[in-house]
Structures are given as C-alpha cells and as structure tokens.
C-alpha cells in the first residue's frame, strides 16, 4: 500500500501542478468567524473568501466554529484549515485546494474561545450556516423558541452559551463592553428573510438577558438577508478514500459540489463590507424575491424528490428524476410554485428551471435523498406550505403536485418505505410526528388529520381547510396502499 500525503500548508508545494491551490498570505487577520463551518460552507462561502483573498483583498480570513461536534476541527485543524474542493460534472472532476479557513474552534469545548473570537476588533462579519433549526425558532411562526432548553440556558448564563444566537448576542455584548464595532451578521441557510429571522432570534435573546443590550443591537447591527445556492452531497468515507487513491493525497475535509454557485446578498452592512462582488456574488437591496425563488423552486422540488423518491427506493436525486413521472411531477410543481412568484429584477424563472434540470440530473453527485429529507419540519413551511396557503388564499384551486408531494411526507414519518425497507426519520419532531402516527391507531385518514394538527410546523390554517385536507387525504391514502411510485405516475397519467 502506497503512504498517501495528508493535506497541509507544508505540503502546498507538492500538490500536482495542476490544482489550484493559495498563492497569498494565509497568515493575516481573520475579519470573518463562520459559525456551522459544514460541507456547504466550506463548497461556497469560503470558496468566495478564498477568491477575495487570490484577487489580493487583505484581512478576510476565515475561522471556523462548530457548535455542536469536534469532527470537522478533527479534520481541518491537523490540516492548517485546508481543504479541497471538488466540482464533479459528468465525467469532469477539477481539484481546488481552498485556503480562506484559519482553523475551526469547537463551541462546546471551549465556549469562552469562540467568544473571545467574536470580540476580536479584526472580525467585520459572521456568517452562519447553521441549519434551519440551528435559529431556534418556532417553524410555523419565526418566534424564538424560549421553551428550547438550549435557549433557556444561554438566556440564565450567557457567558457560557451554547446556541447559534446566544454565541452572536455573547459576542456583541462583548463588543458594546470594550467600545469596539458591531460585526455584521449575514445568514447563510436557507430560509426566507433569513437576515430578519436571525435578528428576531438574537434581539428576542439579548432582550431576555440585558434590554439595553437589546436596543443596542437593534439600533447598530446589520442582519443583511441573502440567498445562497450550490447543491454540497454530505462527503462520505468512500468519497475520501477514492480520492486517496486516485491523487496520493488525504484530505479528511474534502467536499465535492457542481459546478453551478451563486450568493444573492442584501447591502447592509454594519462594519467592513468584504467586496464579494468582485469575485461573483451579487449586492443587491432586495433578496427576497431571490430567496423565496430559489427556495420554492429549488428546495421545494428537491424535498419532493427526496420523501417521493426515497419512498419509491431511489438512493439519489438524479436516479428519482430519471424515474418514471418524476421530472413531469417537479415540472407540475414548479407550475404551481412558479404561479406565487412576483418578477425579480434579474431572475429569469425559465432559464432557473432549465439549469435546475440539468442540476438535478448531475449523476457525478450522488446526492443522496436521504440527506436532503433531513429536518422537513424545519423546511417544510417555506418551501411548500406557504406556497400552497398563498395558492388557497388566493381562492384557488388544490395544487396537486405540491399535496402530492406533503402526502409524501406524511408517510415518509412512519420509517418505511414502498418496499417495505426502514429508515430513520432524522427530524427534531420526529418524537412528535412518531407519536401522531400512533395515536391514530391505523386510520389513514386520521394519520392525515394528527400530523396537521401540529401546529409548530402547519400554523392553524391547514387544519380547517376541508378541501385541502380532503385532497391529502386522497394523495396520501394512495400511496400508502398503492406507494409513492405508483401515485407519481397516477397523478402524471390523470394530467395527460
Ligand atoms: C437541500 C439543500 O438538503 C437540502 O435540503 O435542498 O441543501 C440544497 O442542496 C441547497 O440549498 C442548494 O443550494
């Protein structure tokens, strides 16, 4: 067995001539602290950070914090924060060693560090890929959820916190005590108006600790909104060792992307404004429209592709649309979503659906649909269920692509599939869903009925509309008996 080389700065030299890799000053100042520093940040934020700084813009490195485990410190730390980036088309496969990460700190290790980093005077911006639930807000209606006991610690002892929010308030209250500028606070996760959540979340935060805080926050700090899009598959062992194989090289920090990366950011900042414009992002005052786009059309036929598909035993998002009826299902879908868009300066919602396509049909990924049907309580809201409250409120019909697709949640929570195979529901309300199941002792209807009577992730609305329900019910009755396969291809030969 040949020794493969692990990936550091003292091994930069020797990569093969043709890969990317630094060619600046890794050692300046970091004037970024990402919090959730995860595959997708790595594939997309530090990879513009890491062209900012190639193009010669000083003071824009990056240290890393992950907030709940050690693993990717593990990886990156022994590595100088180094890492590779794999974009995989086709056949196509281009390394790039990535150099804008310093080094990754473990929140829960050392909480006190990571706050430390935050008040540094170098840092001008935080951004955060911590997932939906990483905000700790009620799905249905964006408050702060106080009764989660992550909050309620932070909000008794904010010098130790634990949450992504209780970390942002602890680090600009340090800021405010020494005199030193509020860094900005830019989300990177995918949820509407994720500049403004994130600001109810840490204003309803720093309100419970110090209101004079609170107000500080408010008057001072820029929460700018923005979209971020480039499809990141979870990195698997196997991916780690072909790659060993293939180059000589071990990089416990791989990630593999497409080729396709876009970041839509809202201009308001509070502090040093990095120029990510220069290197492919857009500045522009409105995201919304971008972000409600990108995340109906994108996320919202992605989680369809993940509960139907995965119910009809399709391990990857490009073998579900390959299926027979599933990319006529998404074409129906993105009809439906497509319908409560407004126009957005510069979005052209045809050619989105056409790369969307070619996207999704990227078979180099392997982006499996289990990863993407992770946390749907958390996603379910902004990708589907506004669209079709819109839809509804607007006196019109049933979408039925969209119902077809929540039915495909609703059995995709009780663990097994068309086959009969099980998988885990990876969910923070699986207990709740689990338990809606049970207590409905068999009775599909009453299935239906239990799960939208959670109002956490439907709000009051659903409930009451009989046609709607009435509708799911029937969706979700068929592919119960009949499986999700089955009911794609039922609903694509009913439209025909
Ligand atoms: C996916 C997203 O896992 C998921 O829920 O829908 O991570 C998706 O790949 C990205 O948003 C693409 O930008």
Redesign the pocket.
Known sequence: MNHATRLSSAALADLPADWARPAYDRDQPCGVVHLGIGAFHRAHQAVFFDALLAAGHCGWMIRGASLRSPAVAQAMNPQDGLFTVLVRDGAEERPQVAGSVRDVLVAPDDPQALVRALADPAVALVTLTVTEKGYCLDPATGALRADDPAVAADIANLASPQTAPGFLVAGLAARRMAGVAPFTVLSCD?LPENGQRTRAAVLALAEAVDPALAAWIAREVAFPSSM????VPATTPDDLDNFESATGWRDEALVKTEPFSQWVVEDWFCNRRPPLDEVGAQFTRDVAGWEKAKLRL??GA?SAIAYLGGLAGYAHVHQAMAAPGFAALIEALWDEAGATLAPVDGFDPAAYRAQLRTRFANGALMHRTN??AMDGSQ?LPQRWLQTILEIRRAGRAVPPALTLALAGWMRWQAGVNDAGARHSVDDPLAAETACALANAAGDPAAEVRALLANNAIFGSAFPADADFVAQLTRSYVFIRQEGAAAAVQAFVDARD
């Open positions: 995918n971020v899009d480039r499809i994108l996320n992605h990863q993407i996603k």
